[in-house]
Every structure is written in C-alpha cells, then in structure tokens.
C-alpha cells in the first residue's frame, strides 16, 4: 500500500507532466509539505535549461513543465536532506529515481515496461540488448557472463521499493522449455537459512558461502548463495559446476 508521503510525491510527478496549471499547484503544495523555502524556480530555469531560438513560449510547453519540475525537485532535495529520517524523504527519493530513470530512458507513467506494484516499481526487460537500461534502474546488478550452451535470454525482471530493497530475476530458455533462473535479492530483514531444505552440500566460494539443494521431484538443482546482504538463487536442471560456475561469472 502507497504511504501518504508516497501520494503527495506521486500528485506532484503527476502534474508535472500534466496540461495542469502546474506552477500554482506546486507552490501551493510545497507550502502545504512545508518544503516552501526552495530558491527561486525562475532562477534555477535560467540556470539549467539554455533558450533555444524559435522555441516560442516555452513556459507553457509540456517539456518546460517536466524540466521545472526537475529543477524544483533539485532545490525541494537540499532542504529534505534535513529531515533525512522522515517517510515523505524516503518515498520522495525513490520517485524522484524512477522520474530521472524515465526522463533518461523514454518511458511514459502508462508504459506496462516500467509500471508500478503494490510496494514499488518493476522494470521488465524481454530483449537482452536492453539489459543496460537494467544496469541503469538497479547499480547492482550483475550481469550473466557465463550461460551454459542451448539457453538463450528470454527476460530480466527487476523490482524494487522505497525501503532500498530489490529483486532481480534473469530467465533464460532452451530448446526444450527448459529454464535457468538466476535471481538476485536484497531484502532487509530476510534470513536465508529457514527457507534452505534438504542440503547435501554447504561451501564457500571465497566470502560467499553457497547452499546445494539437488532436485527431488524434478531434475531442476538449486544454489542458494549468501554474501554480505545479497542472496542469489541460481535454478535449473543442471550440475553443480556449472551451476556454480554460472554464479562465479556474475558480472
């Protein structure tokens, strides 16, 4: 469920980008947050965004509304900074992410690629030449270098969450419709051990200790891997080392 923090950021994302009488809407709304002390937007639009010749009336432009709405966030951040501990920061950061990320990559509040959950937002990926928009919506991310022989890149699904948590879950696919799941998860406050059974084998891989779990029903074998606050899940019907060397060319 989205805080109240999360709406009021959300309605401000929304006129910005809205045919909305949007400087009057977003002093009005700064006053209301207490966040009214920003410098001056005519200041900052001079600053930041060079006239072009024959742009006309650019202040009543759509693509003048998202760039003040840019250079407002810029100036709203300095003061939020203060009162770092707050869900309005939080929640405010996190969507000032996801704006940035669009305005950088092209996607549109309706794109189902780019669209919002329950908890957050989830960026799904089905060409693999797209994986670097990946890289740019989670730094985290590491990136297969290594897929067994007959898997070929099906989709790459990344979540996360205001709460600096995230999940990232790359499928790939053979001729056969089999799967190999590599999935990267850093959720605060998950412990890894009561959701491991049956191990047969417990070993480290330098600083990551791993987790072997052979298939029972199916042929489909699993490692779990944990290192610092990361866990890794790495399925598929395959050998432990090539599991293991799939995890060891995470880049």
Known sequence: METEALK???????EAI????????????LREAGLDKAPEFEFLRDDYIPEKKGFGRIRNS???????????VIAVSSV???????DFVSASRFEMGNFFFSVRNGFFTSDTQFDKTE?????????????????DYLGALRIPGYIPEGYSFSSLLITKNSRNENTAQFVYEN?????LIIKQE??????????????????????????????VITDYNTIFVHIGSETFYISAPLVLDELVNVFKMLE
């Open 175 to 179: 001729a056969l419709a089999e799967i």
């Open 18 to 29: 809205e045919n909305t009488d949007y400087d009057s809407d977003l002093d009005r709304q």
């Open 62 to 72: 759509r693509m003048l509304k998202i760039a003040g709405f840019v250079a407002a």
């Open 80 to 86: 939020m900074t203060i009162a770092s501990h707050s």
């Open 8 to 14: 009021k950021f959300n309605a401000l994302m929304k």
């Open 186 to 215: 850093n959720i605060i406050d998950s412990n890894l051990l009561p959701h491991v059974i049956d191990i047969e084998d417990d070993f480290y891989i330098g600083d990551a200790r791993v987790f072997y779990m052979p298939g």
């Open 119 to 135: 908890s957050g937002r989830k960026l799904l990926i089905e060409n693999e030449e797209q994986i670097s928009i990946g890289k």
